[in-house]
């Protein structure tokens, strides 16, 4: 009897990327588009550079890049081909399931770094903002845990609503939740009880954290239990995610 | 090639699939044979979607067995995921990837790399050759389904799983269709397919069952089954032109009720 050989794990994982690299290059217009929030929020804050200081800014823009990416390029892609029927077709290939999934996460690590490069090139160009060595690196780690933070939250959603359109109606509902209540709360403009609550919610606790990473010296333990939280995040959005995802919208 | 009585390629055993309290099947078993075209027919809601689901590996079940090439799809599910080539119902690909995008995938992920010159041959073959770079959505049905087809062979697989191939394709593509189905046979592949036309079955499949509230009512070749209940008296009251026909025993056997 011939045995059956079945295809390596690593080069499943190769030829995914490859294809969500395609697709993601497809839809390069709305690459550059959820790109462009922050890079505008960026610019259009100059004036606060100054009186908030660069961190600051650099940290709401990451974070406001990092929900878009979470919220709406990874939630909105697995809701749209979990319609279709395309992860069925690639279920029933020798494919283990989390290659498909990783590969679509790995795809969403690059865009945070390339969100990330592009906001400390903006910065720099347009507000002159600059970071030490050791800010630049800790920021990219940061970035990557804080684009986890809100990943996970696109996992929860796809984990608990079924229907793309309601999906859709979700992600940009919570995103813009997160922009107007976060931004408008932090300043204490609403009060100091959401002030508080922004502070700990997963923009709070994001920015928080990319601010902090910016510059390590002023690192506290207040950063560091705001690490805890947005790890603490991550364990429940993902493990309530994936335990309730289903493969199939029907 | 003759099918080989000795060498099933697929062995279904006591299948039982429910969701919550339905039982949507019950006790199913078929063999598929080596160079065999097995057909699965049943009405609406009969339990062939999950049968075949079952088989695909798209969903768990707690009774029975089924064995692809030797593999348990439950104990080894991507060693039996790789002697299948499955053609879903609703063929869904990336629409952001053109054909050579979507072949080049598959064969990576069913480990048989293509390089541009191997993938402009099987386009040939399929006649697509000049719709290389068009994106899946922008083919017609009979490219679409010649495309899924391709993908569902492209690892030179032991079973062929076709789930409604022919749904909505013209005459000509359907009679192209089966041609290509009946090539796959002879390479020695073993061929199981869903279908509602009784037609496609009596031409194309070696033998067929009839499934119905969860069971197989009954296997055998379409000339057998026409042959066994020629005389039943279901089958003819539901003749419609005195000579009884695959559909009037598939009517009879089934009840006339339409299903949602």
Redesign the interface.
Same mark, same amino acid.
């Given at each position: 009897?011939e045995t =059956? &050989?079945?295809?390596?794990s690593s *080069? &499943?994982f190769?030829? !995914?990327v $490859? *294809?969500d690299m *395609? =697709?993601l290059f497809?839809?390069r217009r709305s690459v550059v588009i959820s790109l462009l929030v922050p890079l505008i929020i960026l610019v259009s804050w100059k004036p606060l550079v100054k009186v908030m200081g660069g961190p600051f800014a650099l940290s709401t823009a990451i974070t406001i890049g990092l929900m878009a990416i979470g919220l709406m390029g990874y939630t909105l892609s697995v809701s749209r081909?979990r319609d279709?029927?395309?992860f069925? $077709? !690639? $279920? &029933? *290939?020798?494919?283990?399931t989390w290659a498909i999934m990783s590969s679509r996460i790995f795809i969403q690590l690059v865009m945070i770094m390339v969100l990330t490069l592009l906001v400390f090139i903006v910065g720099y160009q347009y507000d002159k903002i600059t970071l030490s060595t050791e800010g630049y690196l800790l920021t990219f780690g940061v970035a990557i845990l804080g684009g986890a933070v809100y990943l996970s939250l696109g996992q929860l959603i796809v984990g608990l609503i079924k229907t793309a359109e309601t999906i859709n109606a979700v992600t940009r509902l919570t995103y813009f939740l997160f922009i107007m209540v976060g931004m408008f709360g932090e300043m204490g403009t609403l009060g100091p009880q959401v002030k508080e609550g922004v502070h700990w919610s997963p923009y709070g606790s994001v920015k928080l954290m990319l601010a902090a990473s910016m510059e390590p010296a002023k690192w506290t333990h207040d950063t560091t239990i705001t690490v805890w939280v947005c790890l603490g995040y991550i364990i429940v959005f993902a493990g309530i995610g994936i335990k309730k995802f289903k493969?199939?919208s029907k | 090639m003759t099918a080989d009585p000795d060498k099933y390629i697929l062995k279904v055993d006591g299948l039982g699939v429910t969701y919550g309290d339905f039982v949507a099947v019950k006790d199913v078993g078929f063999n598929v044979l080596q160079g065999e075209i097995f057909g699965l027919l049943g009405p609406n809601g009969a339990g062939k979607t999950s049968t075949l689901s079952a088989i +695909?590996? #798209?969903l768990k079940f707690k009774q029975g067995t089924i064995i692809v090439?030797?593999?348990d799809v439950q104990q080894k599910p #991507?060693?039996a995921?790789? %002697?299948?080539g499955?053609q879903?119902q %609703?063929? %869904?690909?990336? /629409? +952001? #990837?053109n054909v050579v995008?979507i072949l080049? #995938?598959?064969s990576?992920?069913?480990?048989v /790399?293509k390089n541009k010159d191997e993938i402009k041959e099987m386009l040939k073959d399929i006649k697509l050759e000049d719709h290389a770079h068009k994106k899946f959505g922008q083919l017609s049905g009979g490219q679409q389904q010649r495309v899924s087809l391709v993908i569902a062979t492209i690892h030179n697989p032991k079973l062929v799983l076709l789930d409604e191939p022919t749904t909505g394709l013209d005459p000509q593509s359907r009679r192209q269709l089966w041609e290509r189905i009946e090539a796959i046979k002879a390479k020695g592949h073993a061929v199981l397919l869903t279908t509602h036309s009784m037609e496609e079955a009596e031409a194309v499949c070696d033998r067929i069952a009839i499934i119905d509230h969860g069971r197989v009512i009954a296997i055998d070749t379409p000339q057998a089954l026409v042959d066994k209940h020629r005389d039943d008296p279901e089958v003819i009251a539901v003749s419609r032109r005195g000579k009884i026909t695959l559909e009037d025993v598939f009517i009879g056997l089934t009840g006339t009720a339409v299903r949602d």
């Amino acid at each position: 009897m011939e045995t =059956t &050989v079945i295809p390596k794990s690593s *080069a &499943v994982f190769k030829t !995914l990327v $490859r *294809a969500d690299m *395609a =697709t993601l290059f497809s839809n390069r217009r709305s690459v550059v588009i959820s790109l462009l929030v922050p890079l505008i929020i960026l610019v259009s804050w100059k004036p606060l550079v100054k009186v908030m200081g660069g961190p600051f800014a650099l940290s709401t823009a990451i974070t406001i890049g990092l929900m878009a990416i979470g919220l709406m390029g990874y939630t909105l892609s697995v809701s749209r081909d979990r319609d279709k029927g395309i992860f069925q $077709r !690639l $279920r &029933v *290939a020798p494919v283990p399931t989390w290659a498909i999934m990783s590969s679509r996460i790995f795809i969403q690590l690059v865009m945070i770094m390339v969100l990330t490069l592009l906001v400390f090139i903006v910065g720099y160009q347009y507000d002159k903002i600059t970071l030490s060595t050791e800010g630049y690196l800790l920021t990219f780690g940061v970035a990557i845990l804080g684009g986890a933070v809100y990943l996970s939250l696109g996992q929860l959603i796809v984990g608990l609503i079924k229907t793309a359109e309601t999906i859709n109606a979700v992600t940009r509902l919570t995103y813009f939740l997160f922009i107007m209540v976060g931004m408008f709360g932090e300043m204490g403009t609403l009060g100091p009880q959401v002030k508080e609550g922004v502070h700990w919610s997963p923009y709070g606790s994001v920015k928080l954290m990319l601010a902090a990473s910016m510059e390590p010296a002023k690192w506290t333990h207040d950063t560091t239990i705001t690490v805890w939280v947005c790890l603490g995040y991550i364990i429940v959005f993902a493990g309530i995610g994936i335990k309730k995802f289903k493969w199939n919208s029907k | 090639m003759t099918a080989d009585p000795d060498k099933y390629i697929l062995k279904v055993d006591g299948l039982g699939v429910t969701y919550g309290d339905f039982v949507a099947v019950k006790d199913v078993g078929f063999n598929v044979l080596q160079g065999e075209i097995f057909g699965l027919l049943g009405p609406n809601g009969a339990g062939k979607t999950s049968t075949l689901s079952a088989i +695909e590996g #798209l969903l768990k079940f707690k009774q029975g067995t089924i064995i692809v090439d030797g593999q348990d799809v439950q104990q080894k599910p #991507l060693y039996a995921k790789a %002697s299948m080539g499955v053609q879903l119902q %609703s063929t %869904s690909f990336q /629409p +952001e #990837l053109n054909v050579v995008q979507i072949l080049q #995938l598959f064969s990576g992920i069913y480990g048989v /790399p293509k390089n541009k010159d191997e993938i402009k041959e099987m386009l040939k073959d399929i006649k697509l050759e000049d719709h290389a770079h068009k994106k899946f959505g922008q083919l017609s049905g009979g490219q679409q389904q010649r495309v899924s087809l391709v993908i569902a062979t492209i690892h030179n697989p032991k079973l062929v799983l076709l789930d409604e191939p022919t749904t909505g394709l013209d005459p000509q593509s359907r009679r192209q269709l089966w041609e290509r189905i009946e090539a796959i046979k002879a390479k020695g592949h073993a061929v199981l397919l869903t279908t509602h036309s009784m037609e496609e079955a009596e031409a194309v499949c070696d033998r067929i069952a009839i499934i119905d509230h969860g069971r197989v009512i009954a296997i055998d070749t379409p000339q057998a089954l026409v042959d066994k209940h020629r005389d039943d008296p279901e089958v003819i009251a539901v003749s419609r032109r005195g000579k009884i026909t695959l559909e009037d025993v598939f009517i009879g056997l089934t009840g006339t009720a339409v299903r949602d």
